[in-house]
């Protein structure tokens, strides 16, 4: 067993500050960064959704400070239709790109891939760290869309065309704010391609001696996974990102038709296609919903056997079929258009593979499910935001049946079950995800405990809390609901009103609950009671190295490895009941 | 299209004024008459306010369109009637223009007002409306108005005949007359306007219509006289 | 705490489920030909998901209870699930695929009839115009012929929705154009969808009928009201500031009353 006595490399010392601690090319300080960044914007997006909820419950009733903080878009605090879209729009995007994307794929991956490989770094550290700090551009071009001319996007985080791309006539936001949205994604592609690369590079390469593929700890084989999706899904964004912007900024016409007439003006444009940018949008946008969510499903899997103290259920089917997942998220982004215009044909095509789609996600279920039995289960706070997971991504993934499905999608398709549906499969399950892994690794990281009765509090409140949320939407969706209003005025819809106060209620309170999670990061950050180096008596390799890792993450020694990660309730050394991947033969 | 821009043709830009103008003035001649159209003028259409329920519980006789409203006698209403040339400067009017959005529609639905004179716009309606100026010359701007949000309170920094419209109910249409004299006046349900306080001086005074094009008359004034100047528009069907 | 959490999740099981099952919102009542089928394909989904979303939530509810390990129970030894892994990969293949060929298999004969069939010949025909933020409607007029669209005489201050050249254009004089969608029952109604500026979407819950406008594009859609009545015709795809407000009513009239209203548009116009 490689274990932990520190040797730290010698250059560890020699490092400046800003070096050590800013420009850092150390895997360790980029994957906090990427989590402290998307620790910004979740809590930006989330005050976004707290106005947001706010005015859908009491579309009239004047905001405190709001007028004074965006005197344009909620004069006197009371919120103009258009602003509330565009908080709708930074909400989407901020929530997709910089906390699903950034938290569970770019940030644990960063931190913990290479220790579980039992590297010393990524691949290529420079390029690493350039990955991060082009997110963060991307991230401030996107907020500083507050700042500008009319104020951000208001065309949702799809930005369909054309209202994405003839420029001002089609609205407030749709002027200098719709551009910065183009260019921070399009910044935001080429980060993700870097790190892809990376995350891909590193899996191959640099796994320590014994390390094979089946060896590989399962949140590890997620990340590879979801760093190949990722290669081939923002390769297909970032040149949409960039024909938007030519039909923006350079007159050209990819996404605009002819002939189109906007607030009484002919739009000089012809030949393009709006249909165009919704294939190119939704190739990457499906397969973006797995980049969010299977981080999730591999931190999952390595957190469920940890606290079951059993092996996970069938290790090469749960790979198989995130391999599996990955080919078939690329033929399904169809089911995003059903109703688009597209032939009709076509929609049977697309429904075909989107419901073969559940079967894979369906066994992982089971397999999770099947680990919990027979299971000798501790639970901590990361192990039920663990079996939290297990059962949103259910209520999320079953709801996914309805909108597979092209005779039922014409009902449902642009009400709030699709919005209650990708909040729970990917928002809160990849939440949950985020939050277990928090719990878990947390130790590792920082080298002290949090405080799990705070934990616990904060995974009963919020469990709780989000089906208060989401579970009603589905109701309103059933009832016609229509998605991306900011007011209801329809005569059939009133009495859906007091349902979407009774969400708002729980949004505000589940939003609030987060503070304990908060509070508990930040404390326990400070004066968190020590970490041991295995406080969970965990298999994979960065429990065999201190807590935190020292600069190198094995201290000048690379470990070999014997073991797979699942030997879990075994006959292990010393009485314990798991064998740890490091472990001598 | 062409006529309503057209008019911006006409517009004559005047040196900025080097003695202040007295609010009231008292005395000085006045230049009146009336405005009329020869030809077919387009029908008033009924607006379908179906979708705003509100608006149509408003209104128990159906609104028609104002684009075109003539009178007996083949009167022209909403006609801006204005000194196009010859004025001898004037300083910012600093009383407010009124701007009203009620029933969903533009009350008045002309509004002229000088350059930099302070405007108001009130939403009188039980819902949302955006006020969408097309402005050419002047910066565009489109804002949503909801009810229970203070008034919008702007000024206009050029001379324009900007249109205006709310994407929301897409019929409401209306004008604000953008000038830089302190001279003008829109034209009544009879076609009758009335130009007062003009000190002497050889004028050019403009008749500005949204569809009927503009027409303009020299006027001299003398003193504290009442001048005519009648205008003739040609209207079409279509 | 394993006990506590097997009760949260069977709690939110139940009642989530329950108030599916209670309809306690719902779908408002079909009054289209195809309707029906829709609805008929939705419940048959609806039982399956709602077995499936209660099975596993019950399951990883009693797992959690039964093999929490509380404070001062004896340490036991773990177990695995009953047969490994293959009998759970069967049964979601074989239970899931099924489920599966049966949706696809019934589903697309359901999609089909709406979006593959073309609209039969005594279809009557009407235009319809998506625009920020209303929606407008054509009907021929006495002629029975629509005039040709214009985009460069489009303006809404004129309230030339459609763009028509009632100057040079003779068959576009007569045109009815309106902003309310008034229909005949149990006739088939044979819809273009033209899209003015941006993306719209044309969706009556009760017609069960959802198409998005695009620009560039005229595309047609099909249906028959059943029953006679006032309805709301609403947008769901994001267009702009006044996305929410963006509707329009549907009138079902008896067809007496529809050919009535239709003289009298004729007339006015």
Known sequence: MTHTTAHPPAHAQRQSFLRKHVFSVDHKVIGRQYLDLALVAVVTGMVLSWLMRFHLGWPDTPVPLLGKLAPTGAAGGVMTPEYYLELMTMHGTIMVFFVLTTAPFAGFGNYFLPIHVGAEDMAFPRINMMSFWVTLLAFLVLVAAFFVGDGPPLSGWTAYAPLSAVGKDAGPGQGSGQTLWAISIGIFCIAQLLGSLNFIATTLDLRTKGMSLARLPYATWAWFVTAVIALVAFAVLLPACILLILDRVAGTSFFIPGGLVISDRLQPHMGGSPLLWQHLFWFFGHPEVYVAILPGFGIISQILPVFARKPLLGPRVFIACLVAIAFLSYTVWGHHMFLSGMNPFSATLFSVPTLVITIPAAIITLLWIGTVYGARLRLTSASLFALGFVSVFVSGGISGFFLAQPSTDIYLHGTYFVVAHFHFVMGVAAMFGIFAGTYFWFPKMFGRMMSETLGKWHFWLTFIGVYCIFMPMHYLGLAGNVRRYSAFTDDYLQPLIPLHRFITIAALFTGAVQLIFLFNLIRSRLRGPKAADNPWEATTLEWSTSSPPPHDNFGGRRPTVAYGPNEYGVAGPAGRDYVMQAAAQ | ?238 | MGRLFAVVVTVIALVSAAIFALHVWWLPPDISAHGSRIDRQLNETMVTAGILFVAAQLALGLFVWRFDVRDGMPPRAVKTFPGGVTPLVVLAILFVGIEILVLTFVGSKVWASVYQTPAPAEALQIEVEAEQFAFYFRYAGPDGKFGTMHPDLMNDATQNFFGLDPANDTTARDDIVVGTLVIPVNQPIDLRLHAKDVNHSFYVPELRIQQDFVPGMVIPLHFTATQTGKYELVCTQLCGLGHYNMRAYIEVKTPADFAQWLKAQAATS
């Open chain 2, 1 to 238: 299209m062409i006529a309503r821009f057209s008019a911006l043709v006409a517009l004559v830009a005047l040196a900025s004024g080097t003695t202040p103008r007295e609010p009231h003035r008292p005395a000085g001649g006045t230049i009146s008459g009336k405005v009329t159209f020869t030809g077919t003028p387009p029908k008033a259409k009924p607006i379908d306010m179906s979708k705003e329920p509100n608006c149509v519980t408003q209104h128990p006789t159906p609104v028609t369109t104002e684009d075109a409203v003539t009178g007996p006698g083949n009167s022209v209403r909403y006609v801006v009637v204005y000194i196009a040339a010859g004025d001898q400067g004037a300083a910012p009017a600093t009383d407010t223009v009124r701007y009203d959005q009620k029933g969903c529609q533009y009350i008045p639905h002309v509004a002229a007002m000088q350059v930099h004179q302070p405007l108001t716009i009130y939403n009188d309606d039980p819902h949302s409306h955006n006020i969408h100026p097309l402005a050419r010359v002047n910066a565009e701007w489109n804002k949503s108005q909801p009810k229970g949000a203070p008034p919008i309170r702007t000024a206009w920094d050029e001379p324009e005949f900007i249109a205006l419209k709310c994407n929301v109910h897409p019929w409401m249409h209306g004008y604000f007359a953008v000038l830089s004299t302190p001279h003008f006046a829109v034209t009544d349900s009879s076609g009758a306007f009335s130009l007062s306080g003009l000190p002497p001086g050889k004028y050019t005074v403009t008749a500005w219509h949204e569809r009927f094009g503009t027409q303009s008359l020299e006027v001299t004034i003398a003193g504290s006289e009442t001048k005519p100047a009648n205008f003739v528009l040609t209207a079409r069907p279509y």
